[in-house]
Each structure stands twice: as structure tokens, then as C-alpha cells.
Nanobody, 126 residues
């Protein structure tokens, strides 16, 4: 399975963007899907994840209430709706996939994800 992220860009503080991540195969529905981000000079960090079948989600505290992850298994696509964007949200955003167990001890850590998209740049600036 290949992942293709898109939708990044330049937005003013307080604005919104929606990222998309399209998977190349129908086995998409067997993967939990996550988003990570990496700001300049910082390590890649967990943003959010969505369960492969029941829609359960989890978010980093820094984005709770502002970001929403969703997926459409019929379209092999996962989305990240980002509202009330802040300059500190500026980063390259990566979508990723894994098939392991659903647990915060797993989905929060990039090491457990075996598929990654190429990243899309999000810049929040006035």
C-alpha cells in the first residue's frame, strides 16, 4: 500500500485546512490510520489516529478540539480537518498506517507504523 498526502499550504492564524491521504489499495480498511507532524528542528510527533473499523479516534492534547480525523474506506482516504490553526501548527504533516493492536501504547509511537506518506507542508503565518 502506498500513501499520498495532499492539501497542505499557507494559511493565516485562525484559518483552516483539510489534509487528505489516499491509499493505493483496497486493503486500506485493514489499517489504523494516523497523522504525525514534524516542525523544523524538532522530532516527529503524534497528532491523531483513527481506528480501522469502528471510528475510534485519539488526539494529541495540542490539537484536541481543533483537529478532526476521519476516513472513508470506500475511497481509501483519510482526512485531517484542521481548524483554528496556530503558528505552532506549522510543520510537515505525514500520514501513516499500521495493522497492530489498538492501544495508546502503540498508536502514539511512530515506530509501530510500517507505511508512510511523503508529507505535506502546512505553514501558519500572517
Amino acid at each position: 500500500v502506498q500513501l499520498q498526502a495532499s492539501g497542505g499550504g499557507l494559511v493565516q492564524p485562525g484559518g483552516s485546512l483539510r489534509l487528505s491521504c489516499a491509499a493505493s489499495e483496497r486493503t486500506f480498511s485493514s489499517y489504523h490510520m494516523g497523522w504525525f507532524r514534524q516542525a523544523p528542528g524538532k522530532e516527529r510527533e503524534f497528532v491523531t489516529v483513527i481506528n480501522r473499523s469502528d471510528g475510534r479516534t485519539s488526539y494529541a492534547d495540542s490539537v484536541k478540539g481543533r483537529f478532526t480525523i476521519s476516513r472513508d474506506n470506500a475511497k481509501n482516504t483519510v482526512y485531517l480537518q484542521m481548524n483554528s490553526l496556530k503558528p505552532e501548527d506549522t510543520a510537515v504533516y505525514f500520514c501513516a498506517a499500521y495493522r497492530g493492536s489498538w492501544s495508546p501504547y502503540v498508536f502514539s509511537y511512530q515506530v509501530f507504523y510500517n507505511l508512510w506518506g511523503q508529507g505535506t507542508q502546512v505553514t501558519v503565518s500572517s
